[in-house]
């Protein structure tokens, strides 16, 4: 991957069977593109051949965004980098690029992903009311926003990731 290579097209892999995924896909389609997109659903047979090096298992957790040269944006920078793609959206992709703007971003994938994890993980029973609880790993700074630590992290030590089920 070339870093100083410019972006002149970008690849969105989303979770096809997120109805929020679904939604903003719809969403992104409609917008004008100062930069084109493409939709591709995440771990499809699509994604695998055109991106055999990615764990498309994690991309079906975590927004992931391809550039044109290589370039792989995850999280909160998928979403700065989308945005900036978007012609009227550039100058708030360019205000979430600041240091303080990245607390933003970051939260808003967090309540995402927050709001995913309420739809039964992959979009299929209504909301159950959950809420963030430390004993879950979320805890919250005023200076910082919410943040996520797995439980069993803190120590370097991680529980091995759970399959995804269809």
């Known amino acids: 991957m070339n870093a100083?290579?410019?972006v002149?097209?970008?690849?969105?892999l989303y979770d096809a069977e997120c109805s929020l995924c679904a939604f903003l896909r719809d969403w992104l389609l409609r917008?004008?593109?100062?930069?084109?997109l493409e939709l591709v659903p995440a771990a499809s047979e699509e994604a695998r051949r055109r991106?055999?090096?990615l764990d498309h298992g994690a991309t079906l957790d975590?927004?992931?965004v391809i550039g044109d040269a290589g370039q792989v944006y995850r999280?909160?920078?998928a979403w700065v980098v989308t945005l900036w793609a978007l012609?009227?959206?550039?100058?708030?992709?360019h205000r979430l690029?600041?240091?303080?703007?990245?607390?933003?971003?970051?939260?808003a994938v967090l309540a995402a992903a927050k709001w995913r994890g309420a739809q039964g993980q992959r979009g299929g029973a209504p909301w159950g009311g959950q809420v963030y609880r430390r004993a879950d790993g979320w805890s919250y700074a005023p200076g910082s926003g919410w943040s996520y630590t797995a439980p069993g992290c803190a120590d370097g030590t991680c529980a091995p990731r759970q399959p995804h089920r269809r």
């Open 4 to 6: 100083t290579a410019p």
């Open 8 to 12: 002149r097209r970008l690849t969105v």
């Open 31 to 36: 917008q004008p593109k100062l930069v084109p």
């Open 51 to 53: 991106f055999p090096g």
């Open 62 to 64: 975590e927004i992931t």
């Open 75 to 77: 999280g909160p920078a």
């Open 87 to 93: 012609r009227e959206h550039r100058p708030l992709a």
């Open 97 to 107: 690029s600041t240091p303080a703007g990245a607390r933003l971003a970051k939260g």
